[in-house]
């Protein structure tokens, strides 16, 4: 029998290899996932939720450069390298977009970056600000690949970091799923009658209710937060799992090695646990890909409308929020670019769970 299960393992690992797109896909999703983890190490703004804003370069196109004097903060707090990895930076530094600069005295006097051909205010700040008076590392030039937002904070890092949210939401919530799915499931299709009725009515009434709208209404309960929507999206999922893990337990039950397990006494714990489960992960596999998509795209509408992801936090969601009115205002980048991201992540999960689906297919 293990010689089987690896022989079916390994025809199925190759039946997924020979699809190009299944692949690709997964090459995608394992990309934007080590991007999502290390996103504040490779982020040009690694600050907490890359919350630098620069008001005077706001809006600005991708490729935009300007000199940035940064300021260093008397406050110079500890933070260890794993916590600056991940949450990021806690800096009070101050970044000044800026034209010109030139010493005078024990002052650096500088000019502030002024859009529209206007000239900036200029100012001047002491040296003895800098380390040992060195003021030159702390004026570079730097550049915004994909431009700045409406608050000037750098659109890349926020893309980058904003990448975290999508993949967490999509792990937890169908976790929750996984957990609630697969155990209504596997009661009601394998004890049937009552247990059965009941479960089912629990589906059926969940099913009915419009699922932004179900979301919407346990947010409000748990209240708006990070964690409260994950615990939402998972909450409204799980019907989906149950009823595949149903189906699939009610047809196996009948098998003859289940009946052999009866007859030896074994509990139905360990029947349902040891025997039933495991002969019917290719179809929750398949759910779990397509469920993690739905739950990236029910996380991005929320925060669409305000009560996912709350500020300064980045979301995909929020970022077109504040920025699809760009989109008749000559910079429909803004908008773009956040919602090419949640486009590129879904197809990529609904591409990998087809072929998934194609490979695990004893059938063919």
């Not at 009941?198 to 708006?224: H, Q």
């Not at 779990?288 to 996380?299: K, P």
Request: proline share 3%; net charge positive.
């Amino acid at each position: 029998m293990r010689n089987t299960n690896v022989s079916l393992t390994k025809l199925a690992l190759q039946k997924f290899k020979s699809n190009f797109w299944g692949v690709f896909s997964f090459w995608i999703i394992v990309l934007i996932g080590v991007l999502a983890i290390i996103a504040y190490v490779v982020a040009p703004d690694n600050t907490q939720n890359a919350n630098q804003m620069h008001l005077t370069i706001h809006s600005k196109k991708p490729g935009f450069k300007v000199m940035m004097l940064t300021i260093p903060s008397e406050d110079n707090s500890n933070q260890s390298v794993f916590s600056k990895w991940l949450f990021g930076e806690k800096s009070a530094d101050t970044e000044i977009p800026i034209t010109d600069y030139y010493l005078e005295e024990n002052d650096l006097v500088y000019t502030e970056y002024a859009s529209d051909g206007l000239k900036g205010v200029v100012k001047n700040v002491s040296l003895d600000r800098f380390p040992n008076k060195e003021f030159s590392k702390y004026i570079q030039q730097r550049t915004f690949v994909f431009g700045t937002d409406k608050y000037g904070r750098d659109y890349l890092s926020r893309v980058l970091i904003g990448a975290r949210i999508s993949f967490s939401i999509g792990f937890v919530a169908v976790f929750i799923s996984l957990v609630i799915g697969i155990i209504m499931g596997s009661m009601a299709g394998y004890f049937g009658g009552k247990v059965d009725t009941i479960i089912m009515f629990l589906i059926n009434v969940t099913w009915s209710i419009p699922t932004l709208l179900l979301v919407i209404a346990i947010i409000l309960a748990l209240g708006k937060g990070f964690w409260q929507v994950f615990i939402a999206v998972g909450l409204t999922m799980w019907v989906e799992v149950a009823r595949v893990v149903r189906g699939q337990v009610m047809g196996i039950k009948k098998m003859q090695y289940v009946t052999a397990a009866k007859a030896l006494g074994f509990t139905d714990y360990r029947i349902i646990v040891k025997h039933i489960l495991p002969n019917i992960m290719a179809p929750i596999i398949v759910i779990s890909a397509a469920n993690f998509a739905a739950a990236i795209l029910i996380e991005s509408g929320l925060s669409f409308l305000g009560i996912g992801a709350q500020p300064p936090m980045a979301s995909w969601g929020a970022m077109i929020k504040d920025h699809y009115s760009y989109i008749i205002l000559g910079k429909p980048y803004l908008a773009i670019i956040p919602g090419l991201c949640i486009m590129i992540l879904v197809m990529a999960f609904m591409l990998m769970g087809n072929a998934l689906r194609d490979a695990l297919d004893v059938k063919t």
